[in-house]
T-cell receptor, first 113, second 118 residues
């Protein structure tokens, strides 16, 4: 089925470990973005991309890295995990302009101990 | 710059009564506005969107919202609540440039938890 696929769904990391959260979409969307969801804070933008080879920082980029080498994939890298990065992470994509709305993945629940 | 304020963190209604979830926004440019719903431990589903066409927007499951530029509001309503409407609702804004394209960034409100009593 067409959509946004996130892997893994659950992950436990130890402080200082690194990992990559995967996001792939098969709708040929230009825009892709990563959000983290914390209780009472809504979703906050980490990084976003308006096309292959183009990325920019969002509201809370520290500790995260992204790249966009293809239209389909937008991985999020945690460089050195910290307990403050315990959160639920969502990837989203849309056509350029965003007017048709954004499609969200089902999320990755990350716990850093 | 863009921002969103959801005026109620919790709303409680009885089944069959009207629902009103309030949202005010701030935007430097003509905004696109969205309402998303999130059921427990699920992803986000688009309910409806406003992108400068009709100011009264109809969405899925009987929800609708009215864009009021003078009040910078985009409140979500439903005439009759159903038990399955119990969820968290997010109002979302995206700035659009003069050409109508967005910058690719969404700003979320803090969310409103809707509880529906039998």
């Amino acid at each position: 089925n067409a959509g946004v696929t996130q892997t893994p769904k659950f992950q436990v990391l130890k402080t200082g470990q690194s990992m990559t959260l995967q996001c792939a979409q098969d709708m040929n969307h230009e825009y892709m973005s990563w959000y983290r969801q914390d209780p009472g804070m809504g979703l906050r933008l980490i990084h976003y991309s308006v096309g292959a080879g183009i990325t920019d920082q969002g509201e809370v980029p520290n500790g995260y890295n992204v790249s966009r080498s293809t239209t389909e994939d937008f991985p999020l890298r945690l460089l050195s995990a910290a307990p403050s990065q315990t959160s639920v992470y969502f990837c989203a994509s849309s056509y350029a302009g965003g007017g048709r709305g954004y499609t969200f993945g089902s999320g990755t629940r990350l716990t850093v101990v | 710059a863009q921002s969103v304020t959801q005026l109620d963190s919790h709303v409680s209604v009885s089944e069959g009564t009207p629902v009103l979830l309030r949202c005010n926004y701030s935007s430097s440019y003509s905004p696109s506005l969205f309402w998303y719903v999130q059921h427990p431990n699920k992803g986000l589903q688009l309910l409806l969107k406003y992108t400068s066409a009709a100011t009264l927007v109809k969405g899925i499951n009987g929800f609708e919202a009215e864009f009021k530029k003078s009040e910078t509001s985009f409140h979500l309503t439903k005439p009759s609540a159903h038990m399955s409407d119990a969820a968290e609702y997010f109002c979302v804004v995206s700035d659009r440039r003069n050409g109508g394209t967005s910058y690719g960034k969404l700003t979320f409100g803090q969310g409103t938890i809707l509880t529906v009593h039998p």
